[in-house]
């Protein structure tokens, strides 16, 4: 299986509006584990088939999950690839950032 990610601006934000949603977190922890498929997602989630699919194509256009087709049945996975592009993208708007808070570990100054 092929790990792509993308650092568009537009996949970024579309990352960080995917995580946004309980449900769709919830997604991403049951499949931390292992691959799912749709039926298993389902039963895990309590959930109809209509509803979860929306929140499946919200991960997937933002790239969080990669897809594999056995048959009828469609597997989802994590993209880990893609959560680490917007982890570097938090790291580097911290870094830039103007307004940083003090930090903890400095050393205090002396008179």
């Not at 996949?11 to 946004?20: D, E, N, P, Q």
């Not at 933002?62 to 056995?70: C, D, F, G, I, N």
């Not at 911290?94 to 100054?109: F, G, K, L, Q, W």
């Amino acid at each position: 299986m092929q790990h792509v990610c993308s650092t568009s601006p537009e996949l970024v934000f579309a990352g960080f509006h995917a995580l946004a949603d309980p449900l769709r977190t919830h997604v991403l922890e049951l499949l931390r584990h292992r691959e799912l498929c749709v039926g298993e997602l389902c039963e895990s989630l309590d959930i109809n088939q209509s509803k979860l699919s929306f929140h499946l194509k919200v991960l997937k256009d933002a790239e969080l999950v990669h897809t594999r087709h056995e048959g009828r049945w469609i597997y989802y996975s994590l993209n880990l690839a893609q959560f680490v592009v917007l982890e570097q993208y938090l790291a580097e708007y911290r870094r830039n950032s103007e307004i940083m808070p003090p930090r903890m570990y400095a050393s205090p100054t002396t008179s």
